[in-house]
């Protein structure tokens, strides 16, 4: 996930540009102080560039779902429908609407299955969240038709998936809500941050209202006479991660292009022995993934051992696949007052244990990804 490794001089440009044109950090108002509205130009760019109908900054990922769920109006007593293979921070939001987490299993795209989602439906389903795990986009067209069929709103966690497409789309876009992840780790990042995208206008000003503790910002008002729409809360981005995600976002294209290079590279090399002992993870058909991760998983305990010690030794690394599954699988968040180790949480949990997943970086060359996609094919082959 390398926009942390594209930062430089023009971010620095921006954030000094930002003090001299009156150094307003706050997203509105004090308009005799400035010279911009960031955020507000931001989420332009933002719809401009990736086709959206309406994207709202807030403060991080975390945030962008809880806005979501709220404008799609979950509330106690509720269920969402989610994923196994996750992030800890949906369940979060969920659960701090008042709702319950219903878990759905993976199949070979690590992402939701949904061929489980019909079991899952039940009276009390108020949304569906398919994840976008390390950048794969999940199987869009089935879980759209199931939750049409049911007329239940779908919102895509595409956090780890900035950039990514599905059938020629931008995910986040694909569903009813769509949320991005700005973080230090993601695709392009402000620190913190993150967006909410919203297919419908009301939902949009419903989202904008809620993350602004209620704020309509009339435009013939001062904001401290502002009229507020419902009861919200401040899940606002500032000035400052704006200007630096205005810049990120322009490299987003050349980020994306420069990733999947090496990507390509280390699964040229790989290519003719994933398909036995080692198998590769399924991109659904029409994906476009962000390709800043590349997973592949074997049965094999001890071939799994030495892809990770040569990754290690070799300095590659891995990333969450293994090394961080506590976050990325339900079955262990006991944390939550709800059935995390139901038979899908279960077989999702095992498939998960198969993974490695390779940290794809853009400060290492072309030809070490090619490099190393030969010395895995041997290591696989012996
Ligand atoms: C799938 C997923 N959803 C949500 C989040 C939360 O994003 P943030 O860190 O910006 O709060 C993350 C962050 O890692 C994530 O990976």
């Known amino acids: 996930m390398p926009g942390f490794e594209w930062i430089g001089e023009e971010e620095r440009a921006a954030l000094n540009a930002l003090m001299d044109e009156g150094g307003v950090f706050f997203a509105h108002g004090f308009t005799s102080m400035r010279k911009a509205y960031h955020v507000r130009e931001l989420e332009a760019q933002f719809c401009e560039h990736m086709d959206l109908g309406n994207a709202l900054c807030v403060s991080s990922g975390t945030a962008a779902i809880k806005v979501a769920l709220k404008a799609m109006g979950v509330k106690a007593g509720d269920e969402v ?110 620190g913190e941050g993150g967006l909410v995208i919203a297919k419908g206008q009301d939902d ?77 993870r399924d991109i659904p058909e029409g994906a476009e993934p962000t390709h800043d991760t590349f997973i592949f998983g074997t049965k094999d305990d001890d071939l799994r051992q030495a892809v990770i010690d040569h990754l290690t030794q070799t300095g590659f690394g891995t990333k969450n696949l293994p090394d961080a599954m506590e976050w990325h699988c339900s079955f262990y968040w006991e944390q939550f007052d709800f059935d995390i180790k139901t038979q899908a949480a279960v077989d999702t949990q095992a498939l998960l244990l198969e993974q490695i997943a390779i940290p794809v970086m853009l400060g290492i060359e072309i030809s070490a990804y090619e490099q190393l996609g030969q010395e895995l094919a041997a290591l696989i082959r012996k």
Request: glycine residues 10%.
């Open 81 to 190: 429908i989610t994923q196994c293979f996750n992030f800890v921070a949906g369940l979060e939001a969920i659960v701090d609407c008042g709702a319950t987490p219903v878990i759905a299993g993976s199949d070979a795209t690590l992402n939701m299955d949904p061929a489980q989602l019909e079991g899952l439906i039940t009276p009390k389903t108020t949304c569906i969240m398919p994840v976008h795990m390390l950048g794969v986009p999940a199987k869009m067209d089935e879980i759209n038709a199931i939750a049409k069929a049911h007329g239940i709103p779908v919102l895509e966690d595409a956090c780890e998936a900035v950039g990514a497409k599905y059938k020629g789309q931008f995910v986040g876009a694909v569903g009813d809500f769509g949320v991005f992840s700005l973080d230090y780790g993601k695709m392009i990042t402000t």
């Open 204 to 280: 949009a000003d419903t989202a904008r209202h809620y993350h602004d503790h209620g704020h309509m910002n009339l435009p013939d008002r001062p904001r401290g006479r502002d009229r507020a729409a419902m009861p919200g809360y401040n899940c606002r981005m500032s000035e400052l991660n704006a200007v630096v995600g205005k810049v990120q976002l322009s490299k987003l294209d050349r980020i994306w292009e420069e990733t999947k290079k090496r990507y390509m590279a280390l699964e040229k090399g790989l290519s003719d022995v994933l398909d036995g002992r080692a198998y590769p």
